[in-house]
C-alpha cells in the first residue's frame, strides 16, 4: 500500500520524517475520516441519554452541538500531545486521539434523563478520571499483568454488548419515539438499513480508504437518502455561528463518588488499552517494541488529554485503534501526517456550524452506523478472547464475570436497596465483570479439574486448547 514517492522504506518507518507536505496533507485528513464518526458517537449518545438529544426537542439541543465541537477540537488538542510532545507527555509517535466508547456505560446511568445540568457531574468525572489516569503512566508497565486477554477481551466484549441496544433504539427512531406509532416504521429501517448495507458493501468489496471509511461514507449516502425524503432538518445550522472558542467550564463542575469512582476504574481499562496500541503501532509501522518511555509518555498524555477535556465540556478521550491499523495500511510512520489530522480537528472544532451538520443527521441514519461500529467492538473483544487459554479455571472465570456484569445491566432493578452510588457503578456491567475477572484471575489456582464444571457446564464444555489434555496439546 506505500507510495515509493512518499520515501524511502527506512524513512517511511520512522516517526520523525517528515513526507512531502502535498502527500503529507491527505494522509493526515485520512486518519480524521477513519475516526471521524466514531470520536463524535459518544457526544451524541450522552446528550440523547440526558434528555436533550435527538427528537427531543430541548430548548438545550445546542448543547449537544457544543459536546461534538468539542469532541473534535480536544481530539485533536491530545493528539498534538501525543505527536508532538510536551516534556514528558506524548509518545512523540503517530497516535491518533478521540472521544473513548469505553466510558459510555458509566456515564449513561450518571446522566439518564436528568438534562443539562446533569453533564457537570459527568465533566467532574471526567476531570478526576483523566488526572488518575495520567498518575497511572508512572507505574503503567507493572499493571499489565492484572489485565491478561481473559480480562481485556471480556471488557471490550461487554462494552460492545452494553451498546448495541442504543444502536437498535437509534436504528427504530430513537427513545424520544418509544411508545409512538413511528417507533420502528419502514422509513426508519429503511434509512438504518442502507447506511448497513453500504457500509457492508465497502467493508467487503472496496480497497484502501474507501474501505476504511466505509461507516462514513455509509452515513453520507444515508443522509443523502434521508434528505431525499425529506427527513433533515438543516434549521440548527442556519442559527450556528461560524467560529467560536471553547468555553472554560461550560457545563460546570461537579463531584459525586459515583463518577470520580467510575471514571477512574475505567481510565485503569482505557490506560492498558492504550499500552496495546502504542505497542500496535510501533510493530506495524517500525518494526519494533515500544519502549518504556513511549508507554509513559502515552499514557500521560491520554490522562492530561481527558482531564483538559473535562474542564471545557468534551468526553474522556483514548488512543483510537483504528487509526492503528490505518498506520500499518499505509505504511507511512510519520508523526506529522498525523499532527496535520490533528490539526484538521482542531480547525472543524472551531467552527459550529460543523457541528451543527452533524446534528442533523437523523437518529436513524446514526443508529446504522452505530450498529455496525458496536457490532464490531463486540467482535474485538471476542477477537482477544480467543487468545485465551479456555482451559477449566478460565471458563470458570469469564463465565461468572459475564454472568453478573451482564446480569446487572439487564436488570438494575435487582440492586434497588443498595446506596445510589453502587447502584450506578454494578449496574454498568462493565466495571463488575471487570473487577471480578480481575480478582478471580488473581487469587483463583492455575488448575481445575475437568470434573469440577460438568456438573454446570450442560455438556458444552468446550474444547479450546487449555481444554486438552497435557500430552495432546501442541
Request: aromatic share 8%; charged share 10%; net charge negative.
Amino acid at each position: 500500500m506505500t507510495d515509493a514517492t512518499l520515501g524511502t522504506p527506512e524513512q517511511l518507518r520512522d516517526p520523525n520524517y517528515s513526507p512531502p507536505i502535498a502527500k503529507a496533507v491527505p494522509l493526515g485528513i485520512q486518519h480524521v475520516l477513519a475516526m471521524f464518526v466514531s470520536n463524535v458517537t459518544p457526544a451524541i449518545i450522552v446528550c440523547g441519554a440526558a434528555g436533550f438529544g435527538f427528537g427531543s426537542n430541548s430548548p438545550d439541543f445546542p448543547q449537544m452541538i457544543y459536546m461534538i465541537q468539542m469532541s473534535m477540537f480536544f481530539a485533536g488538542i491530545a493528539t498534538l500531545f501525543q505527536t508532538i510532545g510536551i516534556g514528558p507527555v506524548g509518545a512523540r509517535l503517530p497516535i491518533v486521539q478521540g472521544t473513548s466508547f469505553a466510558f459510555i456505560p458509566i456515564m449513561i446511568p450518571l446522566v439518564a434523563g436528568k438534562g443539562v445540568d446533569a453533564i457537570a457531574v459527568l465533566m467532574g468525572g471526567v476531570l478526576v478520571g483523566g488526572c488518575f489516569h495520567a498518575f497511572l503512566g508512572i507505574f503503567i508497565g507493572r499493571l499489565r499483568f492484572a489485565l491478561p486477554p481473559l480480562v481485556t477481551g471480556l471488557v471490550v466484549t461487554m462494552i460492545g454488548l452494553a451498546l448495541v441496544k442504543v444502536g437498535i433504539q437509534y436504528a427504530a427512531g430513537g427513545v424520544p419515539a418509544i411508545g409512538t406509532p413511528e417507533y420502528g416504521s419502514l422509513m426508519n429501517w429503511s434509512m438504518a438499513l442502507l447506511v448497513i448495507i453500504v457500509t457492508l458493501g465497502l467493508k467487503f468489496f472496496a480497497r484502501g480508504m474507501l474501505s476504511v471509511s466505509a461507516v462514513l461514507i455509509g452515513l453520507l449516502v444515508g443522509y443523502a437518502f434521508a434528505f431525499v425524503m425529506g427527513e433533515v432538518n438543516l434549521g440548527s445550522v442556519g442559527t450556528a455561528a461560524a467560529f467560536a472558542l471553547p468555553n472554560p467550564l461550560h457545563f460546570g463542575l461537579e463531584f459525586t463518588a459515583a463518577a470520580v469512582i467510575g471514571f477512574c476504574l475505567m481510565s485503569f481499562v482505557s490506560a492498558i488499552e492504550t499500552v496495546g496500541d502504542v505497542s500496535g503501532i510501533t510493530k506495524g509501522g517500525a518494526g519494533r517494541e515500544a519502549t518504556d518511555k513511549e508507554i509513559q509518555g502515552a499514557t500521560f498524555a491520554d490522562g492530561v488529554g481527558t482531564a483538559l477535556s473535562g474542564l471545557f465540556g468534551a468526553l474522556p478521550n483514548t488512543s483510537f485503534s483504528q487509526n492503528v491499523g490505518l498506520i500499518a495500511m499505509t505504511g507511512v510512520m510519520s508523526r506529522m501526517v498525523v499532527t496535520i489530522g490533528a490539526l484538521f480537528l482542531i480547525i472543524c472544532g472551531l467552527i459550529p456550524k460543523i457541528g451543527a451538520v452533524i446534528s442533523s443527521i437523523p437518529i436513524e441514519v446514526l443508529g446504522g452506523g452505530v450498529i455496525v461500529m458496536f457490532g464490531m467492538v463486540v467482535a474485538a473483544g471476542i477477537s482477544m478472547l480467543s487468545d485465551v487459554n479456555w482451559n477449566r479455571r478460565n471458563m470458570v472465570i469469564f463465565a461468572i464475570a459475564l454472568s453478573l456484569g451482564l446480569g446487572l445491566q439487564l436488570e438494575p432493578a435487582a440492586l434497588q436497596h443498595m446506596p445510589g452510588t453502587m447502584q450506578v457503578l454494578a449496574t454498568s456491567g462493565i466495571l463488575p465483570a471487570a473487577l471480578i475477572a480481575i480478582v478471580l484471575n488473581l487469587i483463583l489456582p492455575e488448575e481445575l479439574s475437568d470434573e469440577a464444571t460438568e456438573e454446570v457446564s450442560g455438556g458444552m464444555a468446550g474444547h479450546g486448547h487449555g481444554s486438552l489434555p497435557k500430552e495432546d496439546r501442541a
